[in-house]
């Protein structure tokens, strides 16, 4: 604890007219007993300005966790960790479209957004 004393995590204020989320996935390949590979994901909330430069931004999950099974390749390991970190990044969107707008509908595939 001492020595972590001063860090902290900063949730800034955004708008949501503007709000996008930001998902952010690693590997390392097999790297951890029994050959599996490790791998860590961060999701993050900011506004569309990013695009032009670096923005503030509020870190929603962060997580490192060992892929299930071993993976064939260094490609193998970063794809399957993007891939759950796209996940995570849609799913947490949705959750906040359904939380924020009462019109939100989400569907099996790309969400949609009706006034019905």
């Known amino acids: ?3 972590t004393a001063n860090a902290y995590v900063r949730v ?16 390392g390949w097999a790297n951890t007993p029994n050959n599996k590979s490790q791998a860590g994901l961060a999701v993050l909330a900011t506004t569309r300005e990013y695009l032009n430069g670096p923005q503030k931004a509020s870190l929603l999950e ?5 892929h299930q099974r071993v ?8 794809a399957a960790s993007l891939d759950r970190a796209h996940d995570m990044g849609n799913f947490m969107a949705c959750v906040f479209s359904a939380m924020t707008f009462g019109y939100y509908k989400g569907t ?4 949609m957004y009706t006034s019905d």
């Open 1 to 3: 604890m001492r020595a």
């Open 12 to 27: 800034n204020p955004l708008d949501l007219k503007d709000l996008v989320f930001i998902a952010y996935g690693d590997a």
């Open 62 to 66: 962060g997580k490192s966790y060992r």
């Open 71 to 78: 993976l064939r390749s260094t490609l193998a390991a970063e």
């Open 108 to 111: 099996t595939g790309t969400p």
